[in-house]
């Protein structure tokens, strides 16, 4: 939410992520798909993650939510929930705090819900799991309550209908209410909106601005998409092959952008003000393999202005160090500020995403 | 509903016209004749043609047909004058050599296998899927090994060695089981529940491989799935996510192998009732084809065919049970 004196921020995170690592041995070797990543949230503020695919994005949410499997990922590092530490808790207690403290809403709302139930008894289910003294009657009308909280047409209805039956944005709007349905502190959203159509994202991503004001929970919203990040994100976490790369408000990760992937991301993005025939520039190269990633900084294959500082780039893997007079804005890149600021003025800033 | 109840009996009721026609006169093409058979031997090319005139034999294929399926619908008068045999509804035809209808042995042979089969299915899929269930969720242990070795075993032996083995063991050996023998289940509840024990046993042991399998290989495959993945989001617990949410995703490959086994068992279980010694419809059926007794093998055939329609047209309609996006109509 780009108007923050409105949401009002707790003073304290409510999400709290410290260093947190997550690796999944597999026949090939060992994958570091997060490698010390770190952020906070707080109540009524919405975090943005960026990055590819493979960047360890999903995978440091699904280990906030406690799904990764014990037994094939090894998880180090601290997350804590409203003060509870997920990281080796007990599975039994992190099992009641999913879907009650903390919720999620995934990418793909029709293979996300259950063909085979009506979305109001998927519903029912998710409130009764953690209100088992509530009747059927009253968690059905809990249900209706919800989908007609999230916009959805004659809930009293569509309560008992097939996800099949509903629409993608309908199916989506289901989801949030399912994720709602028990009031949780804390809304982590996988790119809620990538499989809608363009027009229906827009009123996603209102609706769950709108709820998070009304229900004042912290919001992570993950993302390829900076055009979502502009629209609904307070701080946003840049992140690359593991690692956070760059770290920020909106306003200092999109409006001053340091790292060289962010520009590239920037540059990816189709401009309303500028030039419409000037083409897109695509960041180089695909994302690496996280089994055998790039030595020094992991984005230095693809990085134009790598080598620019000596060999660095190729040998040592950059800090997340703050930004000279830009208070609570992080990089980790091995060019120099002043090198930095020479070529985004040169280069990158005519291009970007209408704020 | 209705449309579908109507459209799909229908189908199966042209299904068994067609079974019954083939197999009507598939029996007019094996060289023996009843009325041969009837009179025995040292018969006289006179006598048989007199028997053959009064059973209607003499009569045009279309004709004999046409009394058989009416016998089926209203009953029939079987020969003519004093001889003349009253065959009341269901009317299967006459078995000469018990001289009695055929559907009174059909009457006492189909108690006996819906027995063996019912209880026996129930038992294999119940040993098989939960094989499947727990090697799917111990996938790559020893569990996982065991449960579908065992499975394996199963498939890859006979009845006759395993019913025999297992006979030996429990009633003569152990001593804990009676010999396996039918008795109703309103007369004695218990007594049926233990005379059909070893039976179960056996068939749930040999059959369950395939259901294990595939159980196994869905549960791979819905565990995968975004949707239990929210499910384990909601908070869950485990034992939820897996049987209401994974399994019952990836029940209806299973429950149509269930169907089919169940109808063609249905129509007889031979090599378990002989092996077992309980006079069941392919007991019944593999006797009356070594005397070519046919109207009793031409019941059992119709017979067969009629469960595996009828078990067909019951999954079917499980289909949209289990799916809602399943549409009949």
Same mark, same amino acid.
């Given at each position: ?20 690592? @997550? ?10 798909? @997060? ?5 906070? &949230? ?51 207690? &992190? ?23 009506? &979305? ?107 055009? *979502? ?6 701080? *946003? ?7 956070? *790369? ?110 | ?11 199966? /009721? ?14 007019? %093409? ?45 009953? $029939? ?6 001889? %003349? ?6 009317? /299967? ?16 042979? /189909? #108690? ?5 089969? /019912? ?25 996982? $090994?065991?449960?579908?070795?065992? +499975? ?46 070893? #039976?179960?046993?056996?068939? +749930? ?42 399994? $019952? ?29 309980? #006079? ?5 059926? +593999? ?7 046919? #109207? ?7 017979? +067969? ?25």
């Amino acid at each position: 939410m780009t108007n923050t004196e409105s949401s009002s921020p707790d003073a304290e995170d409510f999400l709290r992520v410290e260093d947190l690592k @997550v690796s999944f041995s597999t026949m090939d070797g060992v994958v570091h798909a @997060v490698d010390g990543v770190s952020f906070g &949230v707080r109540r009524g503020q919405t975090l943005g993650i960026v990055g590819e695919s493979g960047s360890g994005k999903s995978v440091s949410s699904m280990a906030v939510m406690g799904l990764h499997d014990a037994q094939r990922a090894t998880i180090t590092g601290s997350i804590t929930v409203g003060g509870r530490q997920i990281v080796g808790c007990p599975e039994e207690e &992190v099992r009641k705090l999913r879907g009650q403290t903390m919720a999620m809403i995934f990418q793909d709302p029709l293979s996300a819900l259950h063909p085979y139930y009506t &979305v109001g008894r998927q519903i029912v289910e998710a409130y009764r799991i953690h209100h088992p003294e509530a009747s059927k009657k009253v968690a059905r009308t809990r249900a209706i309550e919800m989908l007609d909280r999230v916009g959805i047409p004659r809930p009293d209805k569509r309560v008992d209908s097939y996800p099949h039956e509903f629409s993608g944005g309908m199916r989506q709007r289901a989801m949030i209410a399912m994720a709602l349905v028990n009031d949780p502190d804390l809304l982590i959203a996988d790119e809620p909106t990538t499989a809608l159509d363009v027009t229906v994202q827009a009123q996603i991503l209102d609706l769950l601005e709108d709820l998070q004001r009304e229900f004042h929970s912290a919001v992570v919203i993950i993302t390829h998409d900076l055009g *979502v990040i502009s629209q609904i994100a307070d701080d *946003v976490l840049v992140m690359y092959a593991g690692r956070a *790369v760059e770290k920020g408000t909106v306003e200092q990760v999109l409006r001053r952008p340091q790292h060289p992937y962010t520009w590239g991301l920037l540059n990816s993005v189709p401009s309303l003000h500028g030039d419409a025939e000037a083409d897109l520039v695509p960041i180089k190269g695909s994302p690496p393999s996280l089994l055998n990633r790039p030595s020094g900084c992991a984005f230095h294959p693809r990085c134009p202005y790598a080598g620019q500082n000596g060999n660095r780039s190729f040998t040592d893997v950059p800090e997340l160090l703050p930004v000279l007079d830009d208070a609570g804005h992080l990089v980790a890149c091995h060019l120099p500020a002043d090198r930095r600021r020479e070529i985004y003025q040169r280069d990158i800033a005519e291009a970007g995403v209408a704020l | 509903m209705a449309r579908f109840i109507l459209r799909r009996g229908s189908l199966a /009721l042209l299904t068994l016209f067609g079974v019954s026609v083939l197999t009507f006169f598939m029996f007019f %093409a094996v060289p023996t004749s009843p009325a041969e058979l009837q009179c025995g031997r040292d018969c006289r090319p006179a006598q048989v043609q007199n028997i053959e005139k009064q059973l209607g034999l003499d009569q045009p294929l279309l004709i004999q047909y046409g009394q058989y399926m009416k016998g089926i619908v209203v009953g $029939r008068t079987i020969g003519e004058g004093e001889t %003349a045999i009253e065959c009341h509804a269901p009317c /299967l035809g006459w078995s000469f050599r018990s001289s009695e209808a055929v559907s009174s042995i059909i009457g006492r042979a /189909l #108690p006996v296998t819906i027995s063996i089969v /019912l209880g026996g299915a129930v038992s294999w899929a119940l040993l098989g899927v939960s094989l499947g269930f727990i090697s799917a969720l111990r996938r790559g242990t020893w569990v996982d $090994r065991s449960a579908i070795s065992f +499975a394996l075993a199963g498939a890859s032996l006979q009845i006759y060695f395993v019913g025999l083995l297992l006979q030996v063991l429990f009633v003569y050996t152990l001593k804990w089981l009676p010999s396996p023998s039918y008795t109703s289940p309103f007369e004695n509840l218990g007594d049926w529940f233990v005379g059909m024990l070893l #039976p179960w046993t056996t068939l +749930a042991f040999l059959n369950s491989a395939i259901y294990a399998r595939l159980t196994r290989a869905q549960m791979l495959e819905t565990l995968s799935e975004d949707f239990v993945r929210t499910a384990k989001a909601k908070g869950l617990p485990a034992r939820q996510v897996y049987l209401r949410h994974a399994l $019952r995703a990836g029940i209806t490959p299973i429950v149509t192998i269930f169907g089919l086994d169940l109808g063609v068992s249905l129509g007889g279980a031979v090599i378990t009732e002989n092996v077992f010694g309980m #006079p069941g419809v392919g007991f019944v059926a +593999a006797e009356a084809a070594r005397q070519l007794n046919l #109207p009793v093998v031409m019941a059992t055939v119709l017979l +067969a065919a009629f469960f595996i329609v009828l078990t067909n047209v019951i999954v079917d309609w499980l289909y949209a049970y289990i799916d809602p996006r399943v549409r009949l109509g």
